[in-house]
């Protein structure tokens, strides 16, 4: 069976806040989409999120132990996506925790880019440390350098477009 997680349950107000009784759209459309696959969401509120192959968990996406422990619970995991808090330190810390228990030639995939370049979301400049475009920097290094002898995370590709990286695990 495939399993897909999904950091990020979602559930906006109209005046677009949060609330957390509401969610899961696209837990939902994945469900509809891989239809033998065990879904499991990722949210730092109460999700009140149901369906058949659907699973909803609570914590943070800094959070390593949690992660490690979600992993262990629902993975390893053929697509990861990261569609959380958009702030690069968390996507740092959910990507160093959960690249390892994707399968060889699984998806991790990190999405809102941009916010890398919004103070609020502790973005800055170009080339400001800890961002997710740092983050995806990082992982050129990680295709590229094996032919420098030097290991780093085990990507085979990397396919970066407008607000959103695809990294196929090797
Ligand atoms: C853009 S919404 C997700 C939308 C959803 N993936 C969809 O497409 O329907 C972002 C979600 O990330 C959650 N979130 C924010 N910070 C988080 C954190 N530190 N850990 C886990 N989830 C977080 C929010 O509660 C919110 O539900």
Redesign the pocket.
């Known amino acids: 069976m495939r399993r897909l997680l999904?950091?990020?349950?979602?559930?906006?107000t109209s005046k677009g806040g949060?609330q957390s009784a509401l969610?899961?759209?696209?837990l939902r459309m994945w469900q509809d989409y891989f239809l033998r696959a065990r879904i499991v969401g990722?949210?730092?509120?109460a999700?009140a999120v149901t369906g058949r192959r659907i699973r909803v968990e609570r914590?943070?996406?800094?959070d390593r132990p949690f992660l490690l422990g979600l992993a262990a619970r629902h993975g390893p995991f053929d697509v990861v996506?990261d569609?959380?808090?958009r702030i690069g330190r968390?996507q740092w810390a959910s990507f160093e925790a959960l690249f390892d228990s994707v399968v060889p030639g699984g998806m991790y995939i990190i999405e809102d880019l941009a916010t890398a370049y919004v103070p609020a979301y502790e973005g800055g400049p170009v080339g400001e440390p800890g961002t997710s475009v740092q983050l995806v920097k990082d992982v050129v290094d990680s295709v590229l350098r094996r032919h420098a002898g030097r290991r780093g995370h085990p990507v085979a590709e990397l396919h970066v477009y407008d607000e959103i990286a695809f990294i196929v695990r090797s």
Do not use: N, P, R
Request: no cysteine.
């Open positions: 999904e950091i990020g349950a979602g559930g906006v949060y969610g899961g759209a696209s990722l949210d730092l509120e999700k914590g943070s996406q800094d996506i569609d959380g808090s968390h």
